[in-house]
C-alpha cells in the first residue's frame, strides 16, 4: 500500500509525525507532499527536525497569497505529483488550503482521498477553515473522525457508511513530546518562573483582517494581569505594520514562533493559554492548562463542555475569561488515548482491500 500525505501549515506537520512513524512499523510505503503553504522556518523545517519526521518527497513551494490564488497554485501542482506516484491514498489534513486542492486534485484524477481529522464543525459558515472541512469530507473516501461528537456530524451529513473514529493523532505526538520535555526537566519559558506569565496566539482572519478588532484585541491582552507572551505569526506581524498597531503594548510581549517541544514546554508552565488556534486549544487541554479563546465558536466543543476552554467572542471578555477559577480536574479522554496514528494506517490498509 502507498499513501501520500499532502501537509502545507503548522498542525499538519504535528500530526504527520505519528502518521510517518506508524505508516514505518507497519512497512507501508509512505510519500510526503509539502505544499509551502507556510514557508517560515520556524513554522515548517523546525518540525521535520524536532519530530524526526522524513524529509518531503516533493516541495511544491507554493508560499502566500489570497485563498483562490493559494489554492488555484497547489491544485494546479498537485495533478503532476499525483500522475507521477499514482498512490493508493491520499491522506489529507485539517482544514487548510492544501487540504483542499489536494482532495479535489485527487478525486478528479480517481485516487482514493482519506480526510484525517474529519467531522469537526465550527458551523461558522464565514470561515474558510470550515468550507475546506465540509467540502473535504463529502469529496473523500474514507472520512478519519477524532472524536464521537465529530462522528456525529459526519453521520448528519449522511456520510457515516465511509467514516469511523480513529481517535486524534495530535494528542499522539502531543503525549511524546510532553513526556520528552518532563524528561529532559524542560518545563517552562526562558526568563519566566512557572505561571508567571500567559502564552496567546493570534493569527485567523477574522481577528486580523478587521484593523479594530485586531487592536482591541491586542489591546485586552495588554491589560492582563501579568505579562502576555505572544508568538509573532507572520501574519499577526504583517497585519500590525499594515494597520499601523503596535505589537508590544501594556502588558504584551513579543516573541517569535516556538519550535514544538518549547511550545509544549512553555505552554504547561504559564498561567494559560490565549489563542484562535483549533490546535493550541486542544493541547491546552490535554496539558490541562486553562484556554481562552478568542472566537465565537471552537470545532473542539469537549474542551469548553469540560470547563478548560471558555470562548470569548468579544475582546472585552477576555479579561474576565481569562481571571476565571481553575476548572475542575478531569480524567476524560475525549481525543483518544494517543494511538491514533495506528488505528489510521489499518483503517486505510482494510479499506484499501475492501
Avoid at 512497512?27 to 521535520?48: A, C, K, M, N, R
Avoid at 474529519?118 to 467540502?135: C, D, I, K, T, W
Avoid at 493550541?280 to 490535554?286: D, N, T, V
Wanted: with cysteine; proline share 6%.
Amino acid at each position: 500500500m502507498k499513501v501520500l500525505s499532502v501537509v502545507g501549515a503548522r498542525p499538519q506537520f504535528v500530526k504527520l509525525a505519528p502518521i510517518a512513524s506508524a505508516a514505518a512499523e507497519a512497512g507501508v510505503e509512505h510519500l510526503i507532499v509539502h505544499t509551502g503553504q507556510h514557508y517560515d522556518p520556524l513554522l515548517s523545517d523546525v518540525f521535520f527536525e524536532d519530530l524526526s519526521i522524513p524529509k518531503p518527497t516533493v516541495h511544491l513551494g507554493v508560499g502566500s497569497g489570497s485563498h483562490g490564488v493559494q489554492t488555484g497554485a497547489m491544485l494546479g501542482a498537485m495533478d503532476a505529483v499525483l500522475d507521477e506516484h499514482r498512490p493508493d491514498w491520499v491522506l489529507v489534513y485539517g482544514d487548510t488550503n492544501s487540504t483542499l486542492a489536494a482532495a479535489v486534485s485527487a478525486v478528479k484524477l480517481h485516487f482514493k482521498v482519506a480526510h484525517l481529522e474529519a467531522g469537526l464543525r465550527s458551523f461558522n459558515r464565514r470561515m474558510p477553515e470550515e468550507h475546506n472541512r465540509v467540502l473535504t469530507d463529502h469529496a473523500a473516501d474514507l472520512c478519519l473522525a477524532p472524536t464521537e461528537v465529530a462522528m456525529r456530524h459526519l453521520a448528519d451529513e449522511g456520510l457515516a457508511d465511509r467514516s469511523i473514529v480513529v481517535g486524534d493523532v495530535m494528542t499522539d505526538v502531543l503525549y511524546q513530546v510532553r513526556d520528552r520535555v518532563l524528561a529532559a526537566d524542560a518545563v517552562g519559558l526562558p526568563g519566566y518562573a512557572a505561571g508567571e506569565y500567559y502564552l496567546a496566539t493570534i493569527h485567523r482572519a477574522e481577528n486580523t483582517d478587521d484593523p479594530a478588532r485586531l487592536r482591541a484585541i491586542l489591546e485586552s491582552l495588554g491589560r492582563l494581569d501579568r505579562p502576555v507572551v505572544v508568538m509573532a505569526h507572520p501574519r499577526l506581524v504583517a497585519k500590525c505594520a499594515e494597520h499601523g498597531i503596535p505589537l508590544e503594548q501594556g502588558a504584551l510581549l513579543a516573541h517569535p514562533p516556538l519550535r514544538y517541544p518549547d511550545l509544549v514546554a512553555a505552554t504547561m508552565s504559564s498561567a494559560g493559554v490565549v489563542t484562535d488556534s483549533g490546535g493550541l486549544q486542544k493541547e491546552a487541554f490535554l496539558l490541562r492548562v486553562p484556554c481562552t479563546t478568542v472566537r465565537t465558536e471552537t470545532e473542539w466543543v469537549e474542551t469548553v463542555e469540560l470547563g478548560w476552554n471558555r470562548l470569548a467572542a468579544d475582546p472585552a471578555d477576555v479579561a474576565a475569561a481569562v481571571a476565571r477559577p481553575r476548572p475542575a480536574d478531569t480524567d476524560a479522554e475525549p481525543y483518544g488515548d494517543g494511538r491514533a496514528a495506528a488505528r489510521v494506517i489499518a483503517a486505510l490498509s482494510e479499506w484499501s482491500a475492501g
